[in-house]
């Protein structure tokens, strides 16, 4: 089955530390992976995404992620946490629907705690 | 660019009566609207997804009969919650993402959701 995981439910870093938000996924194929931060009763908005090339996806606010193949991880780090960054961080990956269509598998979620 | 919103943003209803939600992409054409509903602390769950002109798919488990989606232009899908009751209550969020004529195939631009309250 294909699926995504987020193992941890919850981050906490310091302002000023560098962070990361683990993810791992299963796939058959090529795995199209993806990024989205949510702020409290709100929608997701898109970070950064993996589709071919160089492994290493920058995004934004700062956010890269590093896609490992052998590992089967897609891990989103930022080299210096801010207060702003605290949300809820999801990882997804892109599957097959039908036809010409596909969707977004999410995974659990992590939620990351800044403290200044 | 790639703006979706959602109206309303939070609505409260009364049981056994049904509320329509609006998903619009302002900027771009969507051919596909997905439909999603997350509950407190938890992940996205996929409800269904839809295709410009066309029925939308549901996902396992969702019925159909009860949650009415169109999706009537590329820019429009709604979401009709019939004869809602206290159990559906939950954050509604919906996604839209362009066709390949618009370059960008892979991404989804999400909603900034809807609150439904259900009393």
């Known amino acids: 089955a294909q699926s995504v995981a987020q193992p941890e439910d919850q981050v906490n870093v310091a302002e000023g530390n560098p962070l990361t938000v683990k993810c791992t996924y299963s796939?058959?194929?090529?795995?199209?992976l993806f990024w989205y931060v949510q702020y409290p009763n709100r929608g997701l908005q898109f970070l950064l995404k993996?589709?071919?090339?160089?492994?290493l996806v920058k995004g934004s606010y700062g956010f890269e992620a590093e896609f490992n193949k052998s590992q089967t991880s897609f891990h989103l780090k930022k080299p210096s946490a801010l207060v702003s960054d605290s949300a809820l961080y999801f990882c997804?990956?892109?599957?097959?629907?039908?036809?010409?269509?596909?969707?977004?598998?999410f995974g659990t979620g992590t939620l990351l705690a800044v403290q200044p | 660019g790639a703006v979706v919103s959602q109206h309303p943003s939070r609505v409260i209803c009364k049981s056994g009566t049904s509320v329509k939600i609006e998903c619009r992409s302002l900027?771009?054409?969507?051919?596909?609207m997905f439909w999603y509903r997350q509950f407190p602390k938890q992940s996205l769950m996929l409800m269904a997804t839809?295709?410009?002109?066309?029925?939308?798919?549901?996902e396992q488990g969702v019925e159909k009969d009860k949650f009415l989606i169109n999706h009537a232009s590329l820019t429009l899908s709604t979401l009709t919650v019939t004869s809602a009751h206290p159990e559906d209550s939950s954050f509604y969020i919906c996604?839209?993402?362009?066709?390949?004529?618009?370059?960008?195939?892979?991404?989804?631009?999400f909603g900034p959701g809807t609150r439904l309250t259900v009393t």
């Open positions: 997804a990956v892109r599957v097959p629907y039908g036809g010409a269509t596909n969707k977004l598998i």
């Open positions: 900027d771009f054409q969507a051919t596909t």
């Open positions: 993996y589709i071919t090339g160089d492994n």
């Open positions: 839809s295709n410009e002109g066309s029925k939308a798919t549901y």
């Open positions: 796939v058959s194929g090529n795995p199209y």
């Open positions: 996604s839209a993402r362009p066709g390949l004529a618009g370059g960008l195939i892979y991404e989804q631009y």
